[in-house]
């Protein structure tokens, strides 16, 4: 199959900006080839033109979830960014406690990748509340464009170094060890993650009740200025007052680009 040229290039860019909002520089060329190329071939394509073609008419959405996965960047592991779990635990979840007087605890893990992000906080809901998480709707919405990694984070396997981070006494709590190297998530905690597929730029969401905390770390990288401006703004609308939201440590919001307000690196409120 011959190499992606300039013009395919283009037409493959517009595609992925008007439907996922990520934006690729043309210095993004040759990583885009390199990531699609045996795909294509192995799905029988003889040009990027073939595949161009079909995927705009693609009805059954295979070779739009076979190009999300490849664009994607998918590494990460429990405990990621640790501080922003000890500031869940230590600051945002007694306050919660306090003020969310039905007990029912909505929280948002958007651009969830393969589920670590969405275990993680599920772990600390249940050491933050023990017993007492009977008492509490305390169930994690974990979303993501891609199936394929959706697809993992509900198998709830991990290797060995991806809980690297984890205390031992977690590890041993949480997670059954499968093999010298693969660790499964126990029942108690995978039942508290809802996974559900979900364009973050999506003009109409879905959701019928406000959050009180989002996750959207490391995702907003992808996007221009314009999307990540536009995405801000939707995230503050869908939070409670007084709601958290957290990015990733390489992500920054202005302050003249929205209404949060900042807590701490990469941590911001609705006030």
Same mark, same amino acid.
């Given at each position: 199959?011959?190499?992606?040229?300039?013009?395919?290039?283009?037409?493959?860019?517009?595609y992925?900006?008007?439907?996922?909002?990520?934006?690729?520089?043309?210095e993004?060329?040759?990583l885009?080839?390199?990531?699609?190329?045996?795909?294509?071939?192995?799905?029988?394509?003889?040009?990027?033109?073939?595949?161009?073609?079909?995927?705009?008419?693609?009805k059954?959405?295979?070779?739009?979830?076979?190009?999300?996965?490849?664009?994607?960047?998918?590494?990460? #592991?429990?405990?990621?960014? *640790?501080? /922003?779990?000890? !500031?869940? %635990?230590?600051?945002?979840?007694?306050?919660?406690?306090? @003020?969310?007087?039905?007990?029912?605890?909505?929280?948002?893990?958007?651009?969830?990748?393969?589920?670590?992000?969405?275990?993680?906080?599920?772990?600390?809901?249940?050491?933050?509340?023990?017993?007492?998480?009977?008492?509490?709707?305390?169930?994690?919405?974990?979303?993501?464009?891609?199936?394929?990694?959706?697809?993992?984070?509900?198998?709830?396997?991990?290797?060995?170094d991806?809980?690297?981070?984890?205390p031992?006494?977690?590890?041993?709590?949480?997670?059954?060890?499968?093999?010298?190297?693969?660790?499964?998530?126990?029942?108690q905690?995978?039942?508290?993650?809802?996974?559900?597929k979900?364009?973050?730029?999506?003009?109409? #969401?879905?959701?019928?009740? *406000?959050? /009180?905390?989002? !996750?959207? %770390?490391?995702?907003?990288?992808?996007?221009?200025?314009? @999307?990540?401006?536009?995405?801000?703004?939707?995230?503050?609308?869908?939070?409670?007052?007084?709601?958290?939201?957290?990015?990733?440590?390489?992500?920054?919001?202005?302050?003249?680009?929205?209404?949060?307000?900042?807590?701490?690196?990469?941590?911001?409120?609705?006030?």
């Open positions: 199959m011959s190499e992606l040229t300039d013009s395919e290039f283009i037409r493959l860019a517009e992925i900006k008007r439907n996922y909002g990520i934006s690729l520089s043309r993004k060329k040759e885009l080839n390199a990531r699609l190329a045996n795909a294509l071939i192995q799905s029988g394509f003889k040009s990027y033109t073939e595949f161009i073609d079909k995927l705009l008419g693609d059954s959405g295979e070779l739009t979830a076979m190009l999300v996965n490849k664009i994607t960047t998918n590494h990460t #592991y429990f405990m990621r960014e *640790k501080e /922003h779990f000890y !500031f869940f %635990r230590d600051e945002v979840l007694p306050y919660l406690e306090k @003020t969310v007087t039905d007990r029912d605890l909505r929280i948002w893990c958007a651009a969830c990748s393969s589920g670590e992000e969405a275990y993680t906080l599920a772990i600390i809901l249940n050491e933050y509340f023990g017993r007492d998480i009977l008492h509490w709707d305390t169930k994690v919405l974990a979303t993501d464009i891609s199936e394929q990694v959706l697809r993992e984070a509900v198998t709830g396997i991990y290797s060995a991806r809980l690297s981070v984890l031992p006494e977690w590890r041993s709590k949480y997670f059954t060890r499968i093999n010298q190297d693969s660790y499964r998530v126990v029942d905690i995978k039942s508290n993650v809802i996974y559900r979900f364009n973050l730029i999506e003009r109409n #969401y879905p959701f019928k009740k *406000k959050f /009180h905390v989002i !996750f959207c %770390r490391n995702v907003m990288i992808y996007f221009d200025n314009e @999307t990540k401006a536009w995405l801000v703004n939707r995230l503050y609308d869908i939070l409670e007052q007084g709601g958290y939201l957290f990015i990733g440590h390489s992500e920054f919001i202005a302050k003249e680009q929205s209404r949060f307000r900042y807590v701490m690196p990469a941590v911001y409120r609705k006030i």
